[in-house]
């Protein structure tokens, strides 16, 4: 999915991650998108986030964190 994408599915509650982070690493946002929060606790402004990911392979290659379920 593109990152715009991403950020939409962050707002609705989903877990995300992206092509360049490991198997387990997934970020998540606030409902209102300024705040995201990462699967070791730590959580940062969105506009920190994207200052350090503005190269052109932020712009694809996100999907959905799978939700496993027993």
């Known amino acids: ?3 715009e994408e991403a950020i939409q599915a962050m707002k609705e509650g ?3 991650r992206h092509g360049h ?3 387990e690493e997934y970020m998540i946002s606030n409902l209102s ?3 995201y929060s990462f699967e070791d ?3 940062c402004s969105k506009e920190e986030f994207w200052k350090y ?3 052109e392979s932020f712009d ?3 999907e959905l964190y799978p939700e496993i379920t027993f």
Do not use: A, I, L, P
Request: hydrophobic share 20%.
């Open 41 to 43: 606790g730590n959580t």
């Open 21 to 23: 982070f490991g198997e």
């Open 14 to 16: 989903r877990k995300v």
């Open 60 to 62: 694809n290659d996100w």
């Open 53 to 55: 990911r503005s190269e």
């Open 33 to 35: 998108g300024t705040r």
């Open 1 to 3: 999915m593109t990152k």
